[in-house]
């Protein structure tokens, strides 16, 4: 049995040195962009393979008492498992406990957030609610690994069971069979993502906040100190999430963008944790969508997105900030929205941020006045009402 376990060592070991050895420097003899694509894919599909060899590993484990024990005590919370932790508390599992931790600091390293994220684990594995339970009572799952591919051009998954075989799921359509999900924390990545891309707008002379999940939902009530005039969403309905089952719910934020008060161009984001469920509306939710006492302008424009794994993240920094760029020096509106999403990443081969919806000319209203936002995507975007107020 120790030899084994030695070998399944070894095995791993020598999987992940294949993945984090150092590239030979050679001269790039490719175009800028075309390097950046054939980077971003290389990226991806060694994200993918840290991933499989993860789901496999799992899969191989369900056999085991003390594993399953382990596995549906750290699923039974939220659904989520941070696979370091997960390897940690299984007795014998100590090469994969490192594995896992070599292929998180591998996945900070290619997705460019080494800085930010030093130490932090991204795979998980994950499941939902239902099949959580399905679990804890017995039923042996298969165990799959989420594609770093954009979903649109994703038509099946790999997954494994424990007798090691492989099956071809449709990647459109949920499986009967109950199936765990090896995959990034995606709340974690977009914290870090968001560091990175704010400190590319930084850089560029580019202003703005980033509103957290834990600060999005604000009370109606004044603020102690001077009042500020914002827009607040009253209602909002999101019609298509661009999220496959196999991802659970969706990761929406959104851009606020438009002239500071400096005339320099300003971008705040805005995460909006609470839309979990594709064509939901959610009611009185009185979060701080635009806060015009950081505007010049009178109309800004509003662009909603979709999170994802982004194997890289300087093509969407890239994209704001070339947009955005526009605002600055001018002293009206001009619409911005279409020069970022016309300068988004749209390789098939990376799951790069989705554009959800555009909504342009977004103006002020009266106090307590609710009115719709003019979106370009609807039936199948965002519906949007806001309410302005004083907070």
């Known amino acids: 049995m120790k030899k084994v376990v ?9 999987t992940l040195m294949g993945a984090v050895a150092p590239a030979t420097a050679v001269a790039d003899p490719l175009p800028p962009g075309q390097s950046a694509k054939l980077k971003a894919a290389e990226s991806a599909a060694t994200m993918d393979g840290l991933k499989r060899t993860l789901a496999e590993q799992i899969a ?44 998180d600091s591998k996945i900070l390293q290619l997705k460019g957030l080494q800085a930010e994220g030093e130490g932090e684990s991204l795979l998980e594995v994950s499941a939902d609610p239902a099949t959580v339970k399905r679990v804890a009572a017995g039923e042996k799952p298969l165990v799959m690994f989420t594609p770093s591919k954009d979903e649109k051009f994703v038509r099946t998954v790999t997954a494994y069971d424990s007798a090691g075989r492989t099956y071809e799921l449709d990647a459109r359509r949920a499986p009967r069979q109950a199936v765990l999900v090896v995959g990034l924390n995606e709340r974690k990545t977009a914290e870090l993502g968001q560091q990175v891309i704010r400190k590319a707008l930084t850089e560029a002379g580019i202003t703005g ?6 600060e999005a939902q604000q009370p109606t009530a004044q603020a102690a100190g001077t009042p500020r005039w914002a827009a607040q969403i009253h209602r909002i309905t999101n019609y298509n999430d661009h999220e496959p089952w196999y991802k659970g ?31 939901t509306t959610y009611s009185n939710v009185n979060q701080v969508l635009i806060e015009w006492s950081n505007f010049s302008w009178t109309a800004v424009d509003v662009v909603f997105m979709e999170r994802d794994d ?6 969407l920094a890239k994209a704001i900030v070339e947009g955005v760029l526009v605002a600055t020096g001018n002293g009206q509106y001009v619409a911005i929205a279409d020069k970022v999403i016309g300068a988004l990443p749209s390789d098939w081969v990376t799951d790069s941020d989705d554009w959800v919806d555009s909504c342009y000319s977004v103006q002020a209203g009266r106090a307590g006045q609710i009115k719709s936002m003019p979106c370009a995507a609807r039936p199948v975007g965002m519906e949007v009402r806001l309410i302005s107020n004083w907070i």
Request: aromatic share 8%; proline share 3%.
């Open 6 to 14: 030695g070998l399944a060592a070894f095995a791993l070991a020598a």
């Open 60 to 103: 191989r484990r369900l056999d085991n008492g003390e594993f399953r024990a382990v596995l549906n005590r750290e699923l039974a919370g939220d659904g989520q498992a941070d696979l370091a932790a997960l390897f940690a508390s299984v007795p014998g599992a100590q090469d994969l406990t490192d594995y896992t931790r070599q292929a």
């Open 209 to 214: 906040i980033d509103r957290k999940a834990d």
């Open 249 to 279: 719910g969706p990761e929406i934020y959104a851009w606020t963008m438009g002239a500071g008060t400096d005339g320099k161009a300003r971008v705040d984001s805005i995460e909006m944790p609470y839309i979990t469920e594709e064509g």
């Open 310 to 315: 982004n194997a890289d993240l300087s093509g």
